[in-house]
Each structure stands twice: as structure tokens, then as C-alpha cells.
């Protein structure tokens, strides 16, 4: 977090309330300070600049006096210097001290380097008309004309014997006076500066008392905006800073307690999620992708982090079909197609509306499951009951026809009656053939099956069944055999092993055209023996050829079903091969004929069947 600047600073503020505080204070206490001092100062001069001047117009006025007695009067000289005498004895301090007589004349002057303007008449005005009114003390100010000196003028009128003789014009500087003042106001500034200084300090250490715990304060603010909630505000002052600094702990602790619970809450929601059998895709009120697990990932194909923020419309590839608007308001699962060219693959969608605790709509929660396998089988087992109605439908309407032209005469005819029989008679059995085939399947599905392995010479084994299929063979086929001489041993069920080359023998010789041969092949491959049937019929189309094992599956309907086929024995055989721990799998050529092939383990010397 960035630092506050100075001047933003509580410190600073501080510091500018109290400066200007005190600096209002003494400006207040100076203005009237020097006000009633230099009042005072100038009341005192003016006092003392009186008392001196009553004193030295008295004296003049005895010494007058006194030079009159004696007769020294006759000479104005004597009296003059007598007046002079009295002008430098009590008129210590003062600029200039003059006598001047009724007429205006200066008769005497202190200051002996102006003594040519004695005998000569006054040039000031203000004195001549002292002069002429003489009615007690006059004060003046004025400022000197050649050093620009404040001065203080005074005249007092002398009596001699209660008759006016003149008056004493006196001039002292007032600047004694200011230079005083001067000086006082100059102590009064530096006690204000240093009264500044104290006060600035002062207020520094006093911000600090309080910005120090608000520092602390806030940098545990920001540890635990960071999440960090171990540290904790040291305990101040039991004021109110103190008081907070509490509180601040205290929230801090609530917070760490509510921090913990969401996060327990947080990981248990996100394990949840992690180890989910289904795929959750949360989204916002505008239906764009918010989060994501793992398993909706594999599902989709897609990355976390290039779907986030994209619509859940375009991600689970219903544009066209649904609206963000339609999703909040379906009941129903939907069943997405994410199947490729070479494999299906479906998925169940679940929508649900997250709402906000006024009801508002907030968003949606979709759940995805992997529905391949489930719809597979639902779709297989659908397929198998319309299969197995089929195939039980056309032999019994093929019976209910022949019986009903039985019925309606044809019995009387015993060539036609045997032929009629015959036919329900084989529709019958082939019935019961379907009917058994379908109980051994589901027998092996439930695997409520036994395999009874017996060690067993295969060459020999298999030469007997091609021996019978010889001897009861209708058809102009050749048998060829590319067996081994020697007994290969393998450890089969026997009757079960039989119902497979059966099949395939059969198959071979009801796809075999007249004239055609059945080749018998078996090679012993190190810990296998591989068993081939080939024939030179019809063959199988390359995309059939894993197909022939499918259950009813037959290429050519409607010719297989002549031949009396159900296209089980395939699938069974398939079953009844795998669960021997071999493998089984068809080649062809169109035209030129097919071969299956199956494999079955060989004995190991020494193992227990
Ligand atoms: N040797 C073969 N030549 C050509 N097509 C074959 C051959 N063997 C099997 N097929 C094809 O595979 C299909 C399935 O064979 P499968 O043995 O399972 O059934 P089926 O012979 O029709 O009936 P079932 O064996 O139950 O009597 C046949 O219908 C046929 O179309
Ligand atoms: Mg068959």
C-alpha cells in the first residue's frame, strides 16, 4: 500500500493547527501588548520630559529672580549667563533647551554650537504663539528635519515674580523610547518562534501518539485483506484508539473464523467436485461457463481455461436447439449427441437455476453423465426384442397358414397333408432351436455357465466332427484337411467346442456353392493353435465382417433365414471361444469365399486342468 504523502498526514495537520494556534495567540498578545507598552512608555516620557521642564522654568524663573535682587539685573548678560548656568545643570538628556523672551527673542540655548541664533528672534511658529498665549505647558511632537529623529517639544512659560518673562522651549528625542520598543517586540518574536518551535515538536509527538497505533492498525488491515490473520494490534492505552485496536482484533478473529469456514466449505466443494463420477458446468445469470470440474472436461474434450466465460449454449452444442432463456425453464434431462464418424457417444444433461435468496435467477448448474454405454444397451435391448419377435413371428404365421389349409381340406390330401406337417414340423424345431440358442445367450450373460475343460487330442477331436459332417454332407463339396499328424493337446469343453465347429462347418456348407471345397486348417502357434474353416462361397462384405458376431446379425436376411439360420450362432460361438481364452474373427474375399478363424490355448505340461 502506498505510504500517505507528508503533507496528506495527520502529523502535518497537526502541526499546522498548532503553529497557527500559537502564532494567533501571540500575534493577538503582541498587537495589544506593544499597544498599552508604548502607551505607557510615552506616558512616562511625557511625565518625566514635564517635571523636568517645571523644574528648570522654576529655577530659571528664581535665578532671574535671584540676579534682579542683587542688582545684577542692570546687566541682561549676567542674567542670561545665570540662565545658561541653570540650562546646563537641569537640562541633562534634553536635544535642546532655549529661553525666549515676551518679544520672541532667544535670550539663552543649551547647545553651545548653535549659541549664534541667541539675541535673535524665534523663526518657529508654534513658539510664537506659545509666546503670546503663555497659559501653562504645551506638548508637541515633531520630527527633526535633518536626522529625521521623532522628537517631543514641550514649552513652559517662566514667571518671575508672578510676571511672565518668557517661556523654556525644550525638544527631547522620543527614539530612546521606540529603540526600547523595538527591542521588547524583538524579545516578544523570538519568544514567539521558540514557542513555535516547542509547539511544532509537540505536535509531532502528539500525532504521533496517534498515528503510530492507526499505523499499526491499518498494516494489519492489509495483512489480512491479504488473508494474513495471525498478527494481532498490541494493546494500547485504555482510550479510544485502545478501544479500537480491541475491536480490530476482535473482528480480525471473527473474520479468520468466517475465512475458515468458507475455506473448509471451498475444498470440501471442490473435492466433491474433483472426484465426481459426472461433469458439473456452473454458469452466470447470462448462462457464460463460471466454473468447470475435471470430469466435464474429459467429457467435452475441451480445456477449463479455453471455455471459461464462453456460453454453455455454444460449449454443450445446442445452438439451434435451446436458449439460454429455454435451459431455466426445462424439466427435463436432455441427451446430447457428442458422437464422432468411428464412435458414439452420448450425454445426459441435467439442468438446474440457481437462485438468489430473493428469488431472483442467478445462474445455472449443468451435470453431465455419460449415457454411451446405457442408451447402447437400452438401444441393443430394444433391437433384440423386435429381433426375437421377428424371428418368432415368421415361423409361427408360416404355421397358423399351413394349418389353416389343413384345416380347411388340405388333410384329406395325404401327399399334401405330410408335406403341410413336414413344414411345421421343421418351423417347430426351429423354434425350439431359437428358443434354445436365446436361453444358452442369456445363461452366458448371466454367466450361470459351467466350462468342463477336459484334456483333449484337437487334431483327433476335430478330425471326428469333419467325419460326420462327411458322411451326412447332401451337397458335391470337398472336404481338405491341413491338420497336424501329431496330437496337439488343449483342454476345452467338448460338446461346447463341437456346438462352435458345428456352426461354423454348417455355415460353411450352406454358404458353399455345389462343387466347391471346405478347407480344415490347424496350426500349432508356440502357447496357441489357430483353427481355420475356409469355404469358397458367397464370402462376407469387408464391413460385416465383425459384425457376423453381433447377435442376430445376419448379411443377407433374407437368404439366411431360407437356409434356416437365426444368426445366433455366431454370437455364441464368440461367447463359448473368449470364455475358453481364445479369440475369434472372420476373412473374406467377396465371391471368392470366407474364413473364420479361432484360437484356443494350448496344454502346458504339468498343469492341472
Ligand atoms: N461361411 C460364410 N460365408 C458367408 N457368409 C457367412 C458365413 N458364415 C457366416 N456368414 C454370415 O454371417 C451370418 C451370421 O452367421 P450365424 O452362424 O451367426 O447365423 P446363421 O448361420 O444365419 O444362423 P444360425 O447359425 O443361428 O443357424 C450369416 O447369416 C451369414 O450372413
Ligand atoms: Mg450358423
Known sequence: ???????????????????????????????????????????????????????????????????????????????????????????????????????????????????????????????????????????????????????????????????????????????????????????????????????????????????????QLQRQAVAVAQGDFTRKVRQFDEDEIGRLAV????????????????????????????????????????????????????????????????????????????????????????ILDFSSDDQVFLLRAHFSVIKKENGELNGLIAVLHDVTEQEQIEAERREFVANVSHELRTPLTTMKSYLEALQDGAIKEEALATKFLDVTQMETERMIRLVNDLLQLSKMDAKDYTINRARTDFVEFFHKIIDRFEMSKKQNIRFIRKLPKNPVYVDIDRDKLTQVIDNIISNALKYSPEGGAVTFNVVHLGRFIRISISDQGVGIPKDHLTKIFMRFYRVDRARSRKLGGTGLGLAIAKELIEAHGGEIWADSEWNKGSTISFTLPVHKEGEKV
Open 1 to 215: 500500500m502506498k505510504k500517505v504523502g507528508f503533507f496528506k498526514s495527520i502529523q502535518f495537520k497537526f502541526l499546522l493547527v498548532y503553529t497557527l494556534l500559537i502564532l494567533l495567540a501571540m500575534q493577538l498578545i503582541g498587537v495589544y501588548f506593544t499597544d498599552q507598552l508604548e502607551k505607557n512608555f510615552l506616558n512616562n516620557f511625557n511625565n518625566s520630559l514635564k517635571s523636568q521642564a517645571s523644574m528648570l522654568s522654576y529655577n530659571i524663573g528664581e535665578a532671574v529672580k535671584e540676579a534682579r535682587e542683587s542688582g545684577e539685573g542692570n546687566n541682561p548678560n549676567d542674567v542670561i549667563d545665570k540662565i545658561r548656568d541653570q540650562l546646563s545643570e537641569t537640562g541633562g538628556g534634553l536635544k535642546v533647551a532655549q529661553v525666549i523672551d515676551q518679544s520672541g527673542k532667544i535670550i539663552a540655548t543649551s547647545d553651545p554650537a548653535h549659541s549664534d541664533i541667541v539675541g535673535k528672534r524665534t523663526t518657529n511658529n508654534t513658539v510664537m504663539r506659545d509666546v503670546l498665549t503663555s497659559n501653562g505647558m504645551k506638548l508637541y511632537t515633531k520630527r527633526d528635519a535633518s536626522s529625521g529623529e521623532r522628537v517631543r517639544v514641550l514649552t513652559d512659560p517662566i514667571e518671575v515674580d508672578n510676571q511672565h518673562y518668557g517661556i523654556l522651549y525644550v525638544e527631547k528625542s522620543l527614539e530612546g523610547v521606540y529603540k526600547d520598543l523595538r527591542s521588547i517586540n524583538q524579545i516578544l518574536a523570538t519568544a514567539t518562534l521558540f514557542a513555535l518551535i516547542v509547539t511544532a515538536l509537540l505536535g509531532v509527538f502528539l500525532a504521533r501518539t496517534i498515528t503510530k497505533p492507526l499505523a
Open 247 to 334: 475491536s480490530f482484533n476482535n473482528m480480525t478473529e471473527r473474520l479468520h473464523e468466517a475465512n475458515e469456514t468458507t475455506e473448509a466449505e471451498r475444498r470440501k466443494l471442490k473435492s466433491v467436485l474433483a472426484y465426481m463420477t459426472d461433469g458439473v458446468i456452473a454458469t452466470d445469470k447470462n448462462g457464460h461457463v463460471i466454473l468447470m470440474n475435471k470430469r466435464s472436461e474429459e467429457l467435452l474434450g475441451v480445456y477449463k481455461q479455453n471455455v471459461l466465460g464462453s456460453s454453455v449454449i455454444d460449449l454443450l452444442k445446442l445452438q439451434g436447439e435451446f436458449t439460454t432463456y429455454d435451459l431455466y425453464h426445462l424439466d427435463d434431462s436432455v
